[in-house]
């Protein structure tokens, strides 16, 4: 369990291919307090460390992983939001977040708003039921509000601002159009549309 509040922007330092995928990343967090088998989410996939260094820690990410998250375009590196999980105390500053990822999008446009910038991302129709104006949606592990959505036959893009704190201590700084992103809607969103397919079924 997440916030989507990033704690630390890693590099991903190495890659091997095995059965999984093996990612080593490089961090600012004490590894010391970090056991094997904890969970932290990296750009929103919620990863298992396997091995640790002093500056560092390795993840297996799986096939399934791979193909359904931006894993697939990960590269020796590439900067990766992280978390580590929730502990029982902590503030939940941004909303209840998984590490699930629900789908992936791209960057369509990113504009300047005053200091902020306003990006816009597009991604399936299939996860349009779920983006609402002013709910909350994870976006490569960042809790952000939608600001506005807009629907098309095949696709849906919805707009969300980064604010200069938020650009600063998150990848949202260095991104650009065409950027791939993994999406987690509300976990709300997901249980109301469980239960409506459970309850009035077609």
Not at 66 to 72: F, K, L
Request: negative net charge; contains cysteine.
């Amino acid at each position: 369990m997440f916030t989507g509040i990033i704690t630390d922007i890693g590099t991903i330092s190495r890659l091997e291919p095995r059965g999984d995928l093996r990612v080593a990343i490089t961090t600012h967090f004490e590894t010391a307090t970090i056991d094997l088998g904890a969970s932290i989410a990296c750009s929103g996939v919620c990863l298992t460390v396997v091995e640790k260094g002093a500056d560092w820690f390795a993840v297996d990410v799986s096939a399934e992983s791979v193909r359904c998250t931006s894993a697939g375009t990960w590269q020796v590196g590439t900067p990766l939001n992280l978390e580590r999980a929730l502990k029982i105390g902590d503030e939940l500053g941004g909303h209840i977040v998984s590490g699930h990822v629900d789908g992936i999008g791209h960057i369509a446009e990113i504009t300047s708003v005053g200091d902020s910038r306003a990006f816009v991302f597009s991604t399936s129709r299939t996860l349009a039921p779920y983006i609402a104006p002013k709910g909350s949606v994870t976006l490569n592990g960042v809790s952000l509000t939608v600001n506005s959505v807009v629907d098309t036959a095949d696709t849906v893009s919805f707009t969300v601002n980064i604010i200069p704190h938020t650009a600063h201590w998150t990848t949202f700084g260095t991104a650009k159009v065409g950027d791939v992103i993994n999406i987690e809607i509300d976990v709300l969103a997901r249980y109301l549309s469980r239960m409506r397919a459970v309850l009035s079924p077609a």
